[in-house]
């Protein structure tokens, strides 16, 4: 059974630090690309960034994390990471992991398996 679950998600304070996880079962996630969307009250679920597969880097979606989101890959535990820091308050939002795909790609409905999401919440 081909699964993702997100973990890692919690209350922070602005300027903080938080590490998502985005661990894989039923298949290897290092020969797929692992895509990082955030849903925030009351908005619409947005790409925020992908990392494709093991010879492929990193593509941003969401303009205003690049230089503070980045991912990186445990092979070994079959699992991906999304480091996050410097949070702001807007980026209060539920963060889901879609796999599937070789590649990246800017379309929701190209990923099919998706986890069941975590929260993050930045305030004071």
């Known amino acids: 059974q081909v699964q993702v679950v997100e973990s890692g998600g919690g209350l922070v304070q602005p300027g903080g630090s938080l590490r998502l996880s985005c661990a894989a079962s039923?298949?290897?996630?290092?020969?797929?690309?692992i895509g990082w969307f955030r849903q925030a009250p009351g908005k619409e679920r947005e790409g925020v960034l992908c990392?494709?597969?093991?010879?492929?880097?990193?593509?941003y979606y969401a303009d205003s994390v690049k230089g503070r989101f980045t991912i990186s890959r445990d092979n070994a535990k079959n699992t991906v990471y999304l480091q996050m820091n410097s949070l702001k308050p807007e980026d209060t939002a539920v963060y889901y992991c879609a796999t599937g795909r070789y590649d990246c790609v800017d379309s929701q409905r190209r990923y099919p398996y998706w986890g069941q999401g975590t929260q993050v919440t930045v305030s004071s």
């Open positions: 039923g298949f290897t996630l290092g020969n797929y690309a």
């Open positions: 990392i494709g597969s093991s010879r492929a880097g990193t593509t």
